[in-house]
């Protein structure tokens, strides 16, 4: 399909000159039968002329129609293809695999870590004392910024790790988490802020559950300005009726500026 425009946006301006070529041949043709049934006098011979100069118009319709597809093609379809193009390759780029990040477990031995152990004294505050943490802990890609604290992500039933709540997002990103329920219908991703005008707005529908962490969709900030915005995750059984819900505050700013060394 994408040869296919290709192809007639290439040669496009060879089928303008054919379209151009019947449209005037039809033409004369509807001012030489249009002549003719002027001229006539016998019934038979009008309702042919008249006959005739309908069929020419009726390909003056079609040609004239040919030329408003092919210039639709060129001014709405191939630039459409090319941005979804580029949008494509960004995404590509900005593709990140989900790692894990995991702390030792309580009963590792020290020598693994290339610590060597410090005994603490009796009268230490075991309150106080560091405590490895007991399970792998994922960690959001990006820059986060202190944010108001998600809203109901406490279920695995709607769950986001990317977009990570406080992230600044300035070029596409994959939106990463899970997504299930009894009698699971559907999930939809929406976003409200300063170019929603408060409204949550619908960006994306998932018909598929999504039960482990994974990436389900993609998230573009072009179009939208720069600000404070709400993302959430809202899943949705049967009949509708709202399951699970997680709700993250996202920064959108403009592309972060790199570093360019002083000559």
């Known amino acids: 399909m994408i040869g296919f425009v290709a192809l007639i946006d290439q040669v496009a301006i060879g089928i303008y000159f054919l379209l151009a070529a019947g449209i005037l041949f039809s033409l004369r043709r509807v001012f030489v039968h249009g002549r ?128 990570g709540n406080g992230m600044r997002v300035f070029q596409p990103i994959p939106v990463v988490g899970t997504l299930f329920a009894d009698q699971f219908s559907y999930a939809t991703l929406e976003i409200s802020g300063a170019s929603t005008l408060g409204a949550f707005q619908v960006i994306a529908d998932q018909a598929v559950e999504v039960r482990e962490r994974a990436e389900f969709s993609q998230f573009v900030p072009a179009g939208y300005e720069p600000g404070e915005y709400q993302f959430r995750l809202m899943v949705f059984d049967i009949t509708n009726t709202l399951q699970a819900q997680c709700l993250v505050h996202i920064y959108i700013s403009e592309p972060l500026p790199t570093i360019t060394p002083a000559s």
């Open 36 to 163: 003719e049934l002027r001229s006539s006098y016998f019934e038979l011979e009008r309702d042919l002329a008249r006959y005739r100069r309908q069929n020419a118009l009726t390909a003056v319709i079609l040609l004239l129609e040919l030329v408003i597809i092919v210039a639709g093609v060129q001014t709405v379809i191939v630039p459409e293809l090319l941005r979804d193009q580029q949008i494509d390759a960004l995404i590509a780029e900005a593709a990140v695999a989900d790692d894990r990040f995991e702390t030792p477990v309580p009963g590792q031995p020290a020598a693994n870590l290339g610590i060597e152990p410090v005994p603490l004294p009796r009268s230490a505050d075991l309150a106080a004392q560091i405590r490895a943490t007991p399970l792998p802990t994922p960690t959001p890609v990006g820059t986060l910024i202190p944010a108001d604290p998600p809203i109901g992500c406490d279920s695995p039933q709607a769950q986001l790790q990317v977009p």
